[in-house]
């Protein structure tokens, strides 16, 4: 098939980026430990703030860090059409008897792969050593927490594929971007768990589709959604990528309806 | 086969483009300007042929390319490629059609040649052994075979389009556009790609239409060439003919016997340089060179001669100077040069 065979491609193509792939790896460790002592600083003041043991806030921090580059940051990716449309090498793209959507959805599934495996695995594993964490000793739960980040993978790329296409009628996406990426990190409870939020803003916030992205797989893998509350938690994600991935084919189809490719 | 099979491939009526862009106009004040980019072009190209599509920069050239793939969509006139709407049918139109723009590339930059045609493979969903013969023919006209397992980014800019047209052509497009295909290319790489496209049109029977500002390639490929300026046609014929509409003059040099003063009294040439016994005699490019050889061996003692052919590049700058001023009309055929 050619968008498994765009994901192979993708994955081999990051997987040649070893020097990024290690730099982004220690900024992921170091970051991780930094946030883990102010965690700990924090939980030993309140215990059992927004519901979390110590074991489970620290498991939080290091899921954290194993889906940074994966889903949240989500290096290159998107990016790269962004800056394809700005160039007006999406012309190429757009010659292609392929649909854009599904081809950068594909390429971006094989990015998150990668990255998964290379910037992922290792934190997770540093923390486990470093702290006492909640992991779950449960196969099955692994399953539901990878079946959880993939759907997080899908809203958070259906999300930045409406930021890139927004490039088409603005000249620069850069700054939608950025506001984008600074929503992100503090509504998907990266910088925070969302239950951890004032009243109404946690509620609003585990609505927001961010919440997508680190909330829900979090709170997967440290056991905090089980039951009907896991499955709840994987239809409130696959919601959203449905929603999102259909408002992404209007605006694509918008978009190649009546715009234009910069560039001669 | 296909809807208008018969007729011409490519069918344009009218087709205009008109972008829109804002202008800043004080602190905040933003104007809006319509820019025709392409003002009512009417031509056709039949199966088989191998158009140059000439213009100066900011002509609406590659503003044409893509209204012909379908990635902008016309403001205005009818657009047919292979019986197709391009802009309304771009994905099936794109299984049938090869593009190669200069300037960008189709390949994985960070992966090797070779999975980027593999990637083509399953895009065009192209029969193996189709595949296989394609992709053999053109590494070896190409001379890719060594480059298959080297990673796009690690390629010359010559080696990179060699690649390109090769990811272009794997599905055996009907019509192949090309966007400035030897921008950048030295003279054996520019060579090698002509000589190339030759094949494919003469071989194969793939209608080419090709923008570039490289007289060259136009002299070498192209049978029929089209000016564009500002958007409109300005020519629309073959070599002989743009010499003609160009105003250009031919150059008949003679070697007479003996150092003369300039030769006077031979209608329609006037003798523009003398050097020793050797004179240079301009006459217009649609005119016929025998009478003023005839008429200068009648009263001059005439030892040799040579007749030379406007420069072209010297043609297309006096066309692009007069902007279109003398516009033939559709189908106003210009005279070839005898
Ligand atoms: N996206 C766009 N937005 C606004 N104007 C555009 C756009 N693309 C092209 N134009 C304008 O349309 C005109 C034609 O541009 P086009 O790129 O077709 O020229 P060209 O003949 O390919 O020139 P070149 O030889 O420099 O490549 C130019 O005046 C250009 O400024
Ligand atoms: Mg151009």
Redesign the pocket.
């Known amino acids: 098939m050619l968008y498994v065979a765009v994901a192979a491609g993708a994955f081999r193509r990051y997987a040649t980026y070893r020097a990024a792939t290690a730099a982004g790896l220690a900024t992921n460790t170091v970051f991780g430990f930094l946030l883990a002592y102010a965690y700990l600083a924090l939980w030993q003041q309140r215990p059992h703030l927004g519901g979390y043991g110590p074991a489970q806030a620290l498991t939080f921090v290091w899921t954290g860090q194993a889906l940074l580059a994966v889903a949240l940051i989500a290096v290159g990716g998107v990016d790269e059409l962004q800056e394809r449309i700005r160039s007006?090498d999406i012309a190429v793209d757009l010659h292609r008897p392929a649909d854009l959507q599904l081809w950068w959805l594909a390429a971006d599934l094989g990015r998150a792969a990668l990255q998964l495996i290379g910037r992922g695995i290792v934190p997770l594993a540093v923390g486990a050593l470093a702290f006492p964490l909640a992991l779950p000793a449960d196969p099955a739960t692994w399953g539901w927490f990878l079946l959880s980040a993939l759907l997080g993978v899908v809203v958070s790329f259906a999300l930045r594929y409406l930021v890139a296409l927004s490039g088409f009628w603005l000249l620069d996406s850069s700054g939608l971007a950025l506001i984008s990426a600074l929503a992100g990190m503090f509504f998907s409870g990266m910088v925070l768990p969302l239950r951890v939020f004032p009243g109404g803003l946690a509620d609003l916030a585990q609505l927001l589709p961010w919440a997508a992205l680190l909330q829900v797989p979090a709170d997967v893998l440290t056991g905090a959604r089980t039951g009907t509350g896991l499955l709840r938690g994987l239809l409130f994600q696959a919601a959203w990528a449905a929603a999102l991935l259909a408002l992404g084919r209007l605006v694509q189809a918008a978009a190649t309806r009546k715009v234009?490719?910069?560039?001669? | 086969m296909s809807a208008g099979s018969a007729g011409p491939l490519i069918e344009l009526d009218g087709v205009e483009?008109v972008?829109?862009?804002r202008r800043r106009a004080g602190r905040l004040r933003r104007t809006r300007h319509e820019?025709r980019?392409?003002d009512g072009l009417t031509f056709q190209v039949p199966r088989g042929e191998m158009v140059g599509y000439l213009?100066?920069?900011?002509?609406?050239?590659?503003?044409?390319?893509?209204m012909l793939t379908g990635i902008l969509v016309p403001s205005g006139g009818r657009l047919r490629v292979a019986g197709l709407d391009p802009a309304r049918d771009r994905l099936r139109l794109a299984r049938r059609i090869g593009v190669v723009l200069g300037q960008r590339t189709t390949l994985w930059w960070d992966l090797p040649l070779a999975d980027s045609y593999d990637l083509v493979r399953r895009m065009y969903r192209i029969p193996p052994a189709v595949f296989r013969a394609n992709l053999a023919r053109c590494t070896e006209l190409l001379g890719l075979g060594p480059l298959l397992d080297v990673p796009v980014r690690q390629l010359s800019l010559g080696q990179r389009m060699r690649g390109d047209l090769t990811a272009a052509l794997l599905h055996d497009p009907e019509v192949l556009y090309l966007?400035?295909p030897t921008i950048g290319l030295d003279v054996v790489s520019k060579a090698t790609v002509r000589t190339f496209l030759r094949e494919l049109n003469t071989e194969r029977g793939t209608t080419v239409v090709l923008?570039t500002?490289d007289l060259t390639d136009i002299e070498q490929l192209c049978r029929r060439v089209m000016v564009?300026d500002h958007?409109r046609l300005v020519f629309d014929g073959d070599l002989a003919g743009l010499r003609a509409a160009a105003d250009g003059e031919r150059t008949l040099v003679v070697d007479l016997a003996r150092q003369l003063p300039p030769i006077d009294g031979v209608p329609g040439a006037r003798t523009v340089r003398v050097e020793g016994p050797r004179q240079w005699l301009a006459f217009p490019a649609g005119h016929s060179a025998a009478p003023l050889v005839a008429a200068i061996a009648a009263r001059y003692p005439l030892v040799d001669l040579s007749v030379r052919e406007p420069d072209i590049e010297a043609l297309v700058a006096d066309l692009y100077a007069r902007g279109g001023a003398a516009r033939p009309q559709p189908g106003d055929e210009a005279p070839a040069s005898p």
Not at chain 2, 60 to 66: D, E, I, N, R, Y
């Open positions: 007006g234009v490719v910069h560039g001669g | 483009k972008f829109t862009v820019v980019a392409v213009g100066p920069n900011g002509a609406g050239k590659s503003t044409t390319l893509k966007d400035e923008t500002h564009i958007g």
